[in-house]
């Protein structure tokens, strides 16, 4: 059995990247690139002081790897990776990568930082989302009597208010759908 050519080059770019990591070098970087990155570094900064005690830290740990990303990416494009510049490509390639991580760090947050009444309204949504967008208020609170329990009136009410929810009326029911 043999080895891959993708596994052989992504091997050889790590154990690359293992060995210069104490060193004191540099990878000169486009002007393009370099104000690309900080930017996108900025916007995480930014995200931070937003979001919750959790995803403060956890945008401040991919703070720190979107340069490590942007090398990363260099030695693996780059014929000679020392003797060539970081492009503007590569750093918005290293960017693209980043938004991947920053969406999965949400994902895991979403629901982690949610309250109880946020948690009960995030099911109703997901109801109506399986639903195919045309759950009756009857299906919805039959559904989730035990795990919403009797406050799915508020909560759809809640919903329909801040437009998340349409309402409309189908004979004498009420059909709900994401608006």
Not at 3 to 13: H, M, Q
Not at 88 to 97: K, R, S
Not at 142 to 169: H, M
Request: hydrophobic residues 40%.
């Amino acid at each position: 059995m043999s080895v891959s050519n993708g596994k052989v080059l992504l091997s050889s770019l790590f154990n690359k990247l293992v060995e210069i990591r104490d060193q004191k070098c540099s990878v000169l970087m486009n002007q393009h690139a370099q104000i690309h990155l900080q930017l996108y570094v900025h916007h995480l900064k930014s995200e931070a002081r937003r979001g919750s005690e959790q995803t403060f830290a956890a945008y401040n740990k991919l703070r720190a790897y979107v340069y490590r990303v942007a090398l990363t990416l260099h030695y693996l494009s780059e014929r000679d990776p020392d003797a060539s510049e970081l492009s503007e490509q590569t750093a918005l390639n290293a960017i693209i990568v980043m938004r991947f991580f920053v969406a999965s760090m949400k994902r895991t947050y979403q629901t982690a930082a949610l309250n109880h009444t946020e948690e009960n309204a995030r099911r109703v949504l997901d109801k109506v989302r399986r639903s195919g967008g045309g759950a009756t208020q009857q299906a919805i609170k039959q559904d989730l009597r035990r795990t919403v329990g009797d406050n799915v009136e508020n909560i759809l009410k809640a919903l329909e208010d801040t437009g998340w929810l349409v309402k409309t009326k189908e004979g004498r029911a009420f059909n709900y759908s994401i608006s």
